[in-house]
T-cell receptor
Framework: DAGITQSPRHKVTETGTPVTLRCHQT?????MYWYRQDPGHGLRLIHY???????DKGEVSDGYSVSRSKTEDFLLTLESATSSQTSVYFC????????????FGPGTRLLVL | GQQVMQIPQYQHVQEGEDFTTYCNSS?????IQWYKQRPGGHPVFLIQ?????EVKKQKRLTFQFGEAKKNSSLHITATQTTDVGTYFC????????????FGTGTRLKVLA
């Protein structure tokens, strides 16, 4: 597996609080992604980045923001967490070549009470 | 918007039986990828198909990309308990972007 770590791995928070999830990679991959995984929905793209300070929205971006100030780090922020954001969050990276593979991190389980 | 559906949602098979999952997109795809996620784990890339009608094999796994590039299938011959997990397809609708749409997944359970 590619060197992708996510922190924290588990988090419980209360509705209305801000939450930041971190994804760190050691592969120097250009592309980084944040997905959420919920039963019956598979993996849904929240935001992705195609370079430092270059980000774009995915299909479920409302309520989330991202930042990428360094190649190796991609942060996902829930500005004001809601119970509907309870989910498992996966970060992924890709080197952007033609035969792109996405390498996934171990995931973060977030519970919003 | 683009949708990628997978069927079946769940499949229980006896060890040694074959298994197939189907992936159908509402739009034509540039390519399609398949991933496997073990229970409690993260998705792991299996393969990518790019050409219309392409067929690729990995040991007991056979992957196909439809002629119209709107559907794909994964077939496992003689399942083993190690095949347990959820299989996802992921489609890239537009070349030049890297926004993949994942299917809903098929959860496979293999009974010994």
């Amino acid at each position: 597996d590619a060197g992708i770590t996510q922190s924290p791995r588990h988090k419980v928070t209360e509705t209305g609080t801000p939450v930041t999830l971190r994804c760190h990679q050691t592969e120097n991959h250009r592309y980084m992604y944040w997905y959420r995984q919920d039963p019956g929905h598979g993996l849904r793209l929240i935001h992705y980045s195609y370079g430092v300070k270059d980000t774009d929205k995915g299909e479920v971006s409302d309520g989330y923001s991202v930042s990428r100030s360094k190649t190796e780090d991609f942060l996902l922020t829930l500005e004001s967490a809601t119970s509907s954001q309870t989910s498992v969050y996966f970060c992924a990276t890709g080197d952007g070549l033609d035969q792109e593979t996405q390498y996934f991190g171990p995931g973060t389980r977030l519970l919003v009470l | 918007g683009q949708q990628v559906m997978q069927i079946p949602q769940y499949q229980h098979v006896q060890e040694g039986e074959d298994f197939t999952t189907y992936c159908n997109s509402s739009t034509t795809l540039s390519n399609i990828q398949w991933y496997k996620q073990r229970p409690g784990g993260h998705p792991v890339f299996l393969i990518q198909l790019v050409k219309s009608g392409e067929v690729k094999k990995q040991k007991r796994l056979t992957f196909q990309f439809g002629e119209a590039k709107k559907n794909s299938s994964l077939h496992i011959t003689a399942t083993q308990t190690t095949d347990v997990g959820t299989y996802f397809c992921a489609g890239l609708a537009t070349s030049g972007t890297y926004k993949y749409i994942f299917g809903t997944g098929t959860r496979l359970k293999v009974l010994a």
